[in-house]
């Protein structure tokens, strides 16, 4: 220990004695310099100041460079517009992928854009009066509604002329997210973005799923007009703590208007008889929607340009989804052709192998080329590193469940004649084909889902389907064993 201390100390003398050294002869240089160059001519003393100047500022440029902090990029999108949906559309049915739906939001478009009027969508959660309010705007007109609420299920459109004379489509929809009503959850959505103008009624103050549903049509740039209807249910001061609360929950939501009105029109009153009794009687009165009324006038009278515009923006923006989502299925299709392919694969090399191994995914080849393939269809750029780490974690999974799939399998091929008294390749070839055909389907579910390789996810999803389809699952790989059986046979 004493003889490294003494190591040390002599370290630090020698770097200090060479630290000496080298100053010394750098002021015996910088100082010999200065003399040359006060002998020499007055342009070679400018010439050499301007290199230092030069190398200086090059060398602060590059250490600037090197230190300064590194900014991400951000990559904004282009908007949509009709000019690029139109080549995406011609792409996309060179590719095959079904491009019906796209070309059907166009054409309506088309159409209202021919129509010139204008387009309202009515929503809300159930029982906030949608249908009372129809029949408020338009009294010739019957909106059908029930006490049970909710009980909306169609997209009915009402024409309407408002006291300005301007043409409106009153477009009557189920809640965005109604109970028991969630198979027309996305029509309804698709139909707040076709429509200039959302009309989105409450009675009260808001609930997490109503602000929800506001920030919705909120992200989709929709002009919304939130009504508190059955205002009329509260005294002056409960309305304006309502409407304030109103004010703070979509302060964020830049285009909204809030108003207070009331569609009922009836209303129960208490009638004094002249020998004091008291009854009840409903009396009719005038809904008051005056303030509704007024905000949508402003709405259409301040900028109907715009209003075409954010609603074109919105439809094209819907049909480039549509085209998405074909994608997206066109792509599961062809996973799961690959997945299909890739199995018989297993099952055929598994029956021509001697003696089939142990590690049913890691030695195979076959399981590279099947998460290759997958993930190049799904433009995932994958590395050989996060294949083998895929492929290991699979295995180490599937090793403590081998055991019972083989004797699920075993027990199963009983059940076909000619298989159940096999031994060794037909056993192997039907677990190599459950094992690369539950590989695969997660994998492939899980890249249509998250668009890249999460290895834990498709872990976990692998061992769910080895589990829960271990049954269904075998009888398909058997017949598959048998089919290639038979082809070998021939």
């Known amino acids: 220990m004493k003889l490294l201390r003494y190591l040390l100390a002599a370290a630090v003398v020698l770097l200090f004695m060479l630290l000496v050294?080298?100053?010394?002869?750098?002021?015996?240089?910088?100082?010999?310099?200065?003399?040359?160059?006060?002998?020499?001519?007055?342009?070679?003393?400018?010439?050499?100041?301007?290199?230092?100047?030069?190398?200086?500022?090059?060398?602060?440029?590059?250490?600037?460079?090197?230190?300064?902090?590194?900014?991400?990029?951000?990559?904004?999108?282009?908007?949509?517009?009709?000019?690029?949906?139109?080549?995406?559309?011609?792409e996309a049915q060179e590719s095959g992928i079904e491009i019906g739906?796209?070309?059907?939001?166009?054409?309506?478009?088309?159409?209202?854009?021919?129509?010139?009027?204008?387009?309202?969508?009515?929503?809300?959660?159930?029982?906030?009066?949608?249908?009372?309010?129809?029949?408020?705007?338009?009294?010739?007109?019957?909106?059908?509604?029930?006490?049970?609420?909710?009980?909306?299920?169609?997209?009915?459109?009402?024409?309407?002329?408002?006291?300005?004379?301007?043409?409106?489509?009153?477009?009557?929809?189920?809640?965005?997210?109604?109970?028991?009503?969630?198979g027309l959850s996305d029509a309804a959505r698709s139909e707040a973005m076709r429509a200039h103008i959302v009309i989105y009624l409450c009675d009260g103050d808001l609930t997490r799923q109503q602000l929800d549903e506001l920030n919705l049509l909120a992200e989709l740039q929709k002009p919304v007009i939130l009504a508190l209807n059955k205002s009329?249910?509260?005294?002056?001061?409960?309305?304006?703590?309502?409407?304030?609360?109103?004010?703070?929950?979509?302060?964020?939501?830049?285009?909204?208007?809030?108003?207070?009105?009331?569609?009922q029109a009836e209303k129960q009153i208490v009638v004094r008889q002249s020998d004091g009794t008291e009854s009840t009687e409903l009396r009719a009165i005038e809904p008051d929607i005056k303030e509704l009324a007024r905000a949508l006038q402003r709405r259409i009278d301040n900028n109907p340009e715009r209003l075409e515009q954010l609603r074109d923006s919105a439809i094209f923006t819907l049909a480039a989804r549509t085209l998405e989502e074909a994608e997206l299925q066109q792509r599961i299709e062809k996973g799961q052709s690959l997945v299909r392919n890739h199995t018989r694969s297993a099952v055929v090399g598994a029956m021509a192998a001697i003696s089939p191994g142990t590690d049913i995914l890691i030695q195979g080849a076959l399981g590279i080329s099947l998460v290759k393939s997958l993930c190049s269809l799904y433009d995932v750029p994958v590395s050989q590193l996060e294949i083998d780490r895929l492929l290991k974690l699979g295995q180490s999974r599937l090793n403590r469940h081998i055991a019972l799939i083989m004797a699920v399998v075993g027990n199963a091929m009983k059940a076909f004649p000619g298989l159940g008294t096999l031994a060794g390749g037909a056993l192997h070839a039907v677990t190599y084909g459950m094992i690369f055909d539950a590989l695969g389907r997660s994998l492939n579910e899980t890249l249509a889902s998250r668009g890249e390789l999460a290895t834990l996810p498709v872990i976990n999803r692998f061992t769910e389907n080895l589990g829960d389809q271990l049954e269904k699952s075998t009888g398909n790989i058997i017949r598959l064993v048998m089919e290639a059986k038979e082809e070998r046979q021939k």
């Open 101 to 182: 739906s796209a070309k059907e939001e166009l054409r309506k478009l088309k159409q209202r854009r021919q129509t010139g009027q204008l387009y309202i969508a009515l929503t809300g959660t159930i029982s906030t009066g949608k249908s009372s309010l129809i029949n408020s705007l338009l009294p010739n007109t019957e909106a059908r509604s029930e006490v049970t609420g909710g009980t909306t299920r169609d997209i009915v459109e009402y024409h309407w002329s408002t006291p300005s004379g301007d043409e409106v489509i009153l477009i009557d929809m189920p809640g965005l997210q109604d109970a028991g009503n969630t």
């Open 232 to 263: 009329d249910w509260y005294s002056e001061q409960e309305r304006k703590q309502i409407l304030q609360r109103l004010r703070e929950h979509t302060d964020h939501i830049k285009d909204i208007t809030i108003v207070a009105i009331s569609t």
């Open 21 to 90: 050294v080298i100053t010394g002869m750098a002021g015996d240089t910088l100082l010999s310099l200065w003399q040359r160059l006060e002998t020499a001519p007055w342009y070679i003393g400018g010439l050499f100041v301007l290199i230092l100047l030069m190398l200086s500022v090059a060398s602060a440029i590059i250490l600037w460079k090197l230190l300064r902090p590194v900014k991400k990029s951000t990559h904004k999108l282009e908007p949509i517009n009709e000019s690029s949906l139109q080549q995406r559309i011609e």
